[in-house]
């Protein structure tokens, strides 16, 4: 009898077995392959024609149209033209200066904002976090942050490309949720051995918060990268434009830009635009794949347990 019960038990978990526990059928396996394959050659195959492209002779791009999916001819032309003039040499480094330095800052401060607004009793938390909120619903408006830019005199100074959007009140409220996380009894502990707030901070809750602050940090290093308007807005001297901006002038004004680039009006005529433009994007995209892989590992946890609250 207990033979019979043990080969029936199987089969009654399985009929007890919730739907989305059962393993998936080969048409839905080959389904998803077929779904994650399509999305691979989605990301890969644009950025393969940039990078073909970039490194073609310009006969062929001019043949084909304007791409190329594989260079007859593996040139840096194209490359050796951007950097001819200086001023992408430069907007490197300005974009890097910004991306650094804003980064740090905007940690530091989200950071110690988060970490004061996630502790109980802290005098005006409630209507700070209130204010902080009602930013991230309605922000101001580019107007009033140009007006409030000119009369700070920041115009024209690379403080304009960071400080106006030094705490981002998404990042703050995914850092305060982590840290409220953190269960109370360490904080306890800590304050009983003698321990000060700024003490417990560094000590404590930043090496439990590892994950968080990788992902917010990837975030702000991401905007402040890709940022190309603030320079617009802020600035009148292309001496601080960063890349991206720089960018943005090559595939809007790939002919005129040419010219100021190089110098040479002879000389960038034997050139096609669209290597021009696929090299200068590259150029701005190359320093964020070498940085994300080494951040990755850390993107999904730091999410979710920063997002959600245990």
Not at 175 to 193: T, Y
Not at 253 to 270: D, K, M, R
Not at 274 to 281: D, L
Request: with cysteine; proline share 6%; hydrophobic share 50%.
């Amino acid at each position: 009898m207990s033979d019979v019960l043990d080969m029936d038990r199987p089969t009654a978990e399985r009929a007890e077995r919730p739907a989305w526990k059962e393993k998936p059928k080969p048409v839905t396996r080959a389904g998803k392959g077929v779904v994650l394959v399509v999305t691979v050659l989605t990301v890969i195959v644009p950025f393969w024609v940039v990078l073909a492209t970039s490194l073609s002779p310009d006969s062929q791009v001019i043949a084909n149209g304007g791409y190329a999916l594989w260079p007859e001819r593996w040139t840096t032309h194209a490359y050796d033209l951007v950097f001819s003039g200086g001023q992408i040499t430069r907007a490197v480094g300005v974009s890097a200066l910004v991306t650094v330095v804003g980064t740090a800052a905007s940690l530091a401060c989200t950071i110690l904002l988060a970490y004061a607004l996630a502790r109980p009793g802290v005098t005006g938390g409630k209507p700070i976090m209130l204010l902080i909120l009602f930013t991230f619903l309605f922000p101001a408006g580019m107007i009033p942050s140009f007006l409030v830019v000119n009369g700070m005199g920041l115009r024209n100074t690379y403080w304009a490309l960071f400080l106006p959007v030094l705490v981002s009140a998404f990042n703050l409220v995914v850092m305060r949720g982590f840290f409220q996380g953190i269960p109370q009894e360490l904080f306890e502990s800590a304050k009983i051995d003698g321990a000060g707030e700024l003490r417990i901070l560094f000590t404590i809750v930043l090496p439990l918060s590892k994950a968080v602050v990788a992902v917010v940090g990837l975030f702000y290093a991401v905007g402040y990268w890709n940022d190309f308007f603030r320079a617009v807005l802020y600035t009148d001297q292309a001496t601080m434009w960063p890349l991206q901006t720089w960018m943005r002038t090559y595939v809007v004004q790939s002919q005129q830009s040419l010219i100021n680039v190089a110098g040479n009006v002879n000389e960038q005529i034997q050139f096609a635009p669209q290597t021009v433009n696929m090299a200068v994007v590259m150029i701005a995209t190359v320093p964020i794949l070498c940085v994300y892989p080494f951040i990755q590992r850390y993107f999904a946890k730091g999410v979710l347990t920063g997002a959600v609250k245990s």
